[in-house]
């Protein structure tokens, strides 16, 4: 229980101590233990030829417990820089005049210095063990160095060398203080409605301006979407609109300030909105080629799959690709409507339907009921070949079990009849395409039988036939007869007025000639058949124009 609570403690304590910040100095310099008089100078970069040690010097028997930690020295609240504080503790002796102590770092110049002792302070504690301590050695945010520490004047074998690596600008205390960290701080509030984001700035670099944008990140770099917005040192309100396209998992808001190599900061509001990267599917109807790249780098699981009338979707074989950042591609697709693509990363998968609505289909199946048969055709709009199998659905399973299976030849646009023997109704077709390597297994169950419903419209379609026949020739001569009727009666209603008029002129006028010459017959004589048409005797003798017209 002791131990537990001094755990609990020292995390504690050093949780403070990080929180606090790095030590502050008010300047760099060498502090030595006290009756010690130390001075500062700096050292050549060519020192002279190390000398043999006395007997019993060496490197354990000098320098004891030496540390390395970075300090800030500030002027203002952004105005800090870094330095590396050098503290060891050593064994004076006689011959060991001073220290030296050398930084270099890679590609740039040694920073040397020597920390001389006086000699009377040296002949009065020696034997003594004494305490150094130097924090002049600049430092980057992230820097690496080589720090050696070697006694004056420089004995051989007698060298304390390390490593040291400078804490980043990722450190809070950095970001806000040294010029080189700071890099602003960004808030932000998403409008998906607007497709906008509502950019902030706080902490931003004094006495400079700023740049805002959106880009793309792919590994160490953010490759920038040509939206970018400039807030200046003098506006009062430090904040801008930044639209976007797409929320992509990898869109990210990056900020700066306007000075050279400034540090960059960077914050992502759709780091969670996977599901938008699913979507690039592309199929290229000529080469059969299904093909999605990812717009932003993920580990995924790329696999086809057929989808099952519950919804789910079973995984083709050997249909399946790890994807991270480049492109994907399948070859020799079937482009059917239940051919789809699951795409899985973690534990979460998504699927993808992209010949859902039917643009690319190839083929199909069309099936007709007649009088005893269902008949059976398919038709395609490539050359293709199919393995068709027959097969019946048993109860309480949704697997169809195929009794015979046909390997059929379709040339494009011109349909094969499915000559398939036996009662098809209640029965399914199992097709696949076998010229291509992905292609879904498709189950097309035909309609039970019902006789009621087949014979009907067989029997209401040969009545309405029957019908036709009877009363198109009855029309066509019921319209002869009624034309002939009708011209008959224009014909003797001219003849009954022309009589008319003859006995009226007879009756008037006095008679000359022979009295026969109005006589008519006291009995009508019979109708002549003439052709077929009936003409009364008048008009046979009494008017021979007419009978000329009708006999014509």
């Given amino acids: 229980m002791i131990l537990w609570a001094a755990l609990v403690m020292s995390h504690w304590c050093l949780g403070l101590s990080g929180a606090a910040g790095l030590e502050r100095i008010e300047g760099c310099g060498t502090r030595c233990s006290q009756g010690l008089h130390c001075k500062n100078k700096p050292d050549s970069l060519f020192p002279p030829p190390c000398q043999t040690p ?16 970075p300090v800030m020295r500030c002027e203002g609240k952004q105005k800090c820089s870094l330095h590396l504080s050098i503290k060891t503790k050593l064994q004076l002796h006689e011959s060991v005049h001073g220290v030296s102590i050398c930084t270099m770092a890679t590609g740039m110049m040694g920073n040397c210095r020597i920390v001389s002792f006086t000699r009377a302070s040296r002949e009065r504690m020696s034997g003594q063990q004494v305490e150094l301590e130097n924090d002049c050695t600049d430092l980057s945010p992230g820097q690496q160095v080589r720090v050696t520490v070697k006694t004056v004047p420089s ?83 430090k904040s801008v609109i930044l639209p976007y396209a797409r929320p992509l998992p990898c869109l990210c808001i990056e900020g700066w300030s306007t000075v050279m190599d400034a540090p960059r900061v ?30 932003c780098p993920v580990a995924a699981v790329v696999s086809l799959c057929q989808e099952r009338e519950d919804g789910g979707c079973v995984d083709l074989p050997h249909a399946s690709q790890n994807v991270s950042r480049e492109k994907m591609t399948f070859t020799e697709v079937d482009p059917h409507p239940q051919l789809c693509m ?28 007649k009088q005893d048969h269902e008949d059976v055709q398919m038709s395609s709009q490539i050359n293709a070949t199919f393995s068709v199998g027959l097969c019946v659905k048993s109860e309480g399973s949704a697997g169809c079990q195929v009794t015979e299976t046909h390997t059929v030849h379709v040339e494009k646009r011109k349909a094969v009849g499915l000559n398939l023997a036996g009662e098809l109704c209640g029965s399914c077709l199992q097709v696949m395409r076998l010229d291509v390597k992905f292609a879904a297994t498709v189950n097309h169950c ?14 209401s379609r040969q009545a309405s036939w029957d019908l036709t026949w009877v009363v198109v020739p009855a029309g066509v001569c019921l319209s002869g007869i009624i034309i002939i009727t009708l011209v008959l009666h224009a014909l003797l209603t001219i003849y009954q007025r022309r009589k008319q008029e003859r006995n009226g002129d007879c009756s008037s006028e006095k008679q000359t000639g022979p009295s026969f010459e109005c006589v008519v017959p006291a009995f009508p004589s019979q109708p002549v058949l003439h052709r077929g048409v009936l003409i009364p005797d008048a008009l046979q003798y009494g008017n021979t124009e007419k009978a000329n017209l009708i006999s014509n």
């Fill in 54 to 69: 006395a007997e019993g010097l060496d490197t354990s028997s000098v320098f004891h417990n030496i540390s390395l930690s």
């Fill in 155 to 237: 004995y051989c074998g007698i060298t304390w060398t390390t490593t040291y690596e400078a804490p980043g600008c990722v450190r809070e205390d950095l970001r806000r203080h040294v010029p080189e960290c700071i890099t602003g701080r960004l808030s932000y509030d998403v409008n998906p409605q607007k497709r906008e984001l509502s950019v902030r700035v706080s902490d931003m670099l004094e006495d400079y301006s700023y740049h805002l944008r959106l880009c793309r990140r792919k590994d160490f770099i953010c490759a920038g979407t040509g939206v970018n917005k400039l807030i200046k040192k003098e506006d009062p309100v």
């Fill in 342 to 369: 699951k795409f899985t990363a973690g534990s979460q998968s998504w699927t993808k339907c992209p010949f859902a609505n039917g643009r690319f289909q190839a083929w199909e199946i069309v099936v007709t009921r």
């Fill in 446 to 459: 035909l309609k039970e039988c019902d006789p009621s419903t087949a014979v009907e419209p067989v029997i």
């Fill in 266 to 295: 960077q914050v992502c509001p759709f780091t969670d909105r996977l599901e938008e990267l699913w979507s690039e599917i592309t199929f290229d109807p000529l080469a059969g080629t299904l093909s999605w790249e990812p717009a």
